[in-house]
T-cell receptor, first 115, second 113 residues
Framework: EADIYQTPRYLVIGTGKKITLECSQT?????MYWYQQDPGMELHLIHY???????EKGDLSSESTVSRIRTEHFPLTLESARPSHTSQYLC??????????????FGPGTRLLVL | AQKITQTQPGMFVQEKEAVTLDCTYD???????LFWYKQPSSGEMIFLIY??????QNATEGRYSLNFQKARKSANLVISASQLGDSAMYFC??????????FGQGTRLTINP
């Protein structure tokens, strides 16, 4: 059973505002990920981290930034939200095993609407 | 590079029938993992089943089984005795040498009573 949490679940905000999407996991997983998903579409990796103080950009270019100061916490920040950022953001984590069975467990997601 | 193709945008099935969701993959990696996730309308991604490229037997988890045909590069999900709660989006994904999960476009499954 995965214990990974995201807040807020829904966010409606005006253009130009700074926002932070929170993601926390209690499983002690080294690896954490952020995905962006438009409704009914596939997931795209935008950021990942393999441990504290380690962050990398994913395959889909994003104006967001992330930090990993603590193992359990992986927040995503948008300095100036724009309507093009409207999407669902999913956080995931996995245990580092070096194998191809590293199952990623997902949080409930944050649905962001930028007006 | 890895790629997942799910050719069925939508599937409609009667309750209690079995359903097969198609997934083909393209990879140059010798070793890789294949995953299926379920995404209900609430949005979370729920892990269903895993198959390793060197696993000789098809994976099974309760009502879910994975029909793995390595030579054809297919990893179809079979749901037996479908239930109304199975209505959701289903995503196939692969994890290869780059250690990044690559998802397909998804299949929307609707179970009719």
């Amino acid at each position: 059973e995965a214990d990974i949490y995201q807040t807020p679940r829904y966010l409606v905000i005006g253009t130009g505002k700074k926002i932070t999407l929170e993601c926390s996991q209690t499983m002690g997983h080294d690896k954490m990920y952020w995905y962006q998903q438009d409704p009914g579409m596939e997931l795209h990796l935008i950021h990942y981290s393999y441990g504290v103080n380690s962050t990398e950009k994913g395959d889909l270019s994003s104006e967001s930034t992330v930090s990993r100061i603590r193992t359990e916490h992986f927040p995503l920040t948008l300095e100036s939200a724009r309507p093009s950022h409207t999407s669902q953001y999913l956080c995931a984590s996995s245990e580092s095993s070096g194998s191809f069975k590293e199952t990623q467990y997902f949080g409930p997601g944050t649905r962001l609407l930028v007006l | 590079a890895q790629k997942i193709t799910q050719t069925q945008p939508g599937m409609f099935v009667q309750e209690k029938e079995a359903v097969t969701l198609d997934c083909t993959y393209d990879t140059s990696d010798q070793s890789y993992g294949l995953f299926w996730y379920k995404q209900p309308s609430s949005g979370e991604m729920i892990f269903l089943i895993y198959q390793g490229s060197y696993d000789e037997q098809n994976a099974t988890e309760g009502r879910y089984s994975l029909n793995f045909q390595k030579a054809r590069k297919s990893a179809n999900l079979v749901i037996s005795a479908s239930q109304l709660g199975d209505s959701a989006m289903y995503f196939c994904a692969t994890l290869g040498g780059a250690q990044k999960l690559v998802f397909g476009q998804g299949t929307r499954l609707t179970i009719n009573p």
